[in-house]
């Protein structure tokens, strides 16, 4: 049987967003599989889909900080004993970037990816022999979705969009509903008001609502204690574990409420009620994607600006002033109850 390699590292995001192509190529190759090379952090994912057949970790973000002590571990050495183990049929890079170009031309097959006119990075396009166009002024769902048509040689225009993880996430009935807040992101400027998160804690709770508080660094952990300093009876903060602990936690939720973040996509994956707030980035390329996603996006002159910084305000882009709390809880409501969540 012919084997396939996927590269796609990285981000949380992006990693999310190759969910349904595999789900499209599964059903019109049922018996193909795919080995797959993703970042350690996201090594997680792709096992929830059954289209996985081996996970090839790789280190880049670690091993930039460390190169040194990566090549004396021999932490490259194995990774690249692992992906040179065979040859494979067809080798498909679906990020296009010259990092994910590079990790194709190591490994041994006929690579392909987008071309240079449809690649993030042009240039990733000459370590390919097949190259695939594909509009860039549309959803990243989509645009994988068409590449892997291409790659594969199928038509996906019938199929209904699926992640895939219905079998690997159940839902379960809660005794108390809650919901789950997703405040933390990278970008200074994609983060929500801390003031706008702790009106919305008392706006829930007053409800009756648990409030679930996820965190991933120190400084995210500081705001999720300060939302819970709010109304301490009904705020959790979610202890730091892994990406699949974390998805059956959000898999049981009423609804999400989340910024421009990874996690946020992995709600959408998973289905659950979703409001997204964006303000300097564009959801329409990259926001989250699937059935009960709701998004609201920052009224303002510049936005989306696509900034990592605002040229406006170092502290709080006045781009959220257009999201307040009241207006988010409003929007919840009636997310709540359009899947009968609230009677």
């Known amino acids: 049987m012919p084997s396939h390699l996927l590269i796609k590292t990285s981000s949380l995001g992006d990693v999310i967003h190759t969910l349904p192509a595999l789900t499209d190529l599964q059903h019109c190759y049922p018996d193909m599989s ?30 930039r900080k460390s190169p040194i002590k ?24 679906a990020q296009g970037l ?27 396009s000459y370590f390919y022999h097949q190259h695939y166009h594909i509009e860039k002024n549309q959803h990243a769902v989509e645009r994988l979705r068409q590449l892997f048509a291409q790659h594969f040689n199928y038509d996906y225009s019938t199929l209904a969009l699926n992640y895939g993880l219905d079998n690997y996430f159940t839902k379960e009935k809660q005794q108390t ?20 998160w702790y009106a919305l804690t008392l706006l829930a709770s007053k409800a009756g609502y648990q409030i679930k508080c996820a965190w991933g660094n120190e400084q995210e952990y500081q705001r999720a204690k300060n939302i819970a300093a709010v109304a301490p009876n009904s705020v959790e903060i979610l202890p730091k574990g892994n990406l699949t602990t974390l998805a059956k936690t959000l ?37 989250t994607y699937g059935a009960h996603q709701h998004i609201l996006q920052a009224e303002y ?39 009968k969540e609230i009677s």
């Open 177 to 196: 509903a809650y919901l789950v807040f997703l405040h933390g992101t990278t970008w200074v400027t994609k983060h929500w008001p801390d003031e706008n």
């Open 34 to 63: 795919l080995d797959w090379v993703v970042e350690e952090n996201f090594a997680e994912i792709p096992t929830w889909h059954s289209m996985t057949h081996k996970v090839i970790p790789v280190s880049l973000r670690r091993w």
């Open 301 to 339: 002159q510049c936005a989306p600006c696509l900034r990592k910084q605002c040229r406006y305000s170092a502290a709080s882009p006045p781009c959220y002033q257009s999201l307040s709390a009241e207006k988010i809880w409003q929007t919840l409501q009636y997310i709540l109850l359009d899947t």
């Open 70 to 93: 990566s090549w004396r571990t021999q932490e490259w050495q194995q990774f690249k004993q692992q992906l040179t183990a065979q040859h494979y049929d067809s080798i498909l890079d």
């Open 98 to 124: 010259l990092k994910s170009a590079c990790l194709a031309w190591q490994a041994q097959g006929k690579r392909s990816g987008f071309d240079s006119h449809s690649a993030r990075e042009p240039l990733a």
């Open 251 to 287: 898999t049981n939720a009423s609804a999400v409420v989340g910024v421009d973040t990874g996690l946020a996509h992995l709600a959408a994956a998973l289905s659950i009620p979703t409001l997204s707030l964006y303000a300097p980035t564009r959801p329409s390329l990259t926001g």
